[in-house]
């Protein structure tokens, strides 16, 4: 079970379009998410992938290389992993959408005087990023975590009616070992799955468009 739990509020620097109504169940119509551009250490060409739930409430990003470590066998640069990822998200005519959650998971191996950092923000192209939200972890910790990020109603940032624009997701990971001693000892921090069952969840809010 996932055992580290940790919460934020985004902040949004972009006030919500006038043009669109209330609150709207999610479309009928299947929307589309597919990755245009993918930068960064922790997301080599070829391990990130984008899944949509089958009720079009929330898209999954996948990792399978995404590792941030200090120690024995790390490199200087080991310590900081980051990943910039461009995705093109079709919606049914009639519909816009905004990211009220979003749940990022892992795993984390830190020893007793180490620590991890999770990092992430998101937005639409052409408008403010959310905050830059942080997740802190301390050492000694051995298990699954995750960290959730939410958005009041009110503060939800919905993509442009009419328009395609790129959803940007920019997230990192750090372990630093602190006190613990790094020629002896590894401290590391995940939020990749060989598998698949471990994901990063965006939960999608819909509003009609006039």
């Keep these: 079970m996932l055992s580290a739990m940790a919460a934020a509020t985004i902040l949004a620097f972009t006030a919500v379009s006038p043009a ?4 709207a169940d999610p479309p009928s119509g299947k929307i589309g998410v597919d990755i245009v ?7 080599p060409a070829g391990t990130a992938a984008v899944a949509v739930a089958g009720d079009n409430s929330a ?8 590792l941030a470590k200090v120690g024995v066998d790390s490199s200087t640069t080991d310590f900081r992993k980051n990943c910039q990822l461009v995705l093109e998200v079709s919606v ?8 009220h959650q979003a749940d990022y998971r892992g795993f984390a191996s830190l020893q007793g005087g180490a620590s991890g950092l999770q990092r992430a923000s998101y ?14 972890f301390a050492g000694p910790f051995s298990d699954n ?26 997230t990192e990971l750090r372990v630093y070992s602190g006190t613990s001693d790094p020629k002896t000892t590894t401290s590391f921090m995940t939020m990749d799955s060989s598998d698949g069952s471990v994901s990063t969840r965006y939960h999608v809010a819909w509003k009609t468009c006039p």
Excluded at 37 to 43: H, K, L
Excluded at 92 to 99: M, R
Excluded at 123 to 136: D, E, I
């Design 92 to 99: 049914p005519q009639g519909f816009t959408y905004g990211v």
């Design 145 to 170: 975590w995750q960290a959730t990020d939410r958005t009041e109603s009110a503060q939800i940032v919905y993509a442009p009616c009419g328009e395609r624009r790129m959803f940007n997701i920019n």
């Design 20 to 23: 669109v109504a209330a609150d």
């Design 59 to 66: 898209f999954t990003v996948t990792y399978s290389n995404y």
């Design 37 to 43: 551009t993918v930068n960064g250490s922790g997301c």
């Design 123 to 136: 937005y639409h192209q052409g408008q403010s990023p959310t905050a830059q939200n942080s997740h802190s």
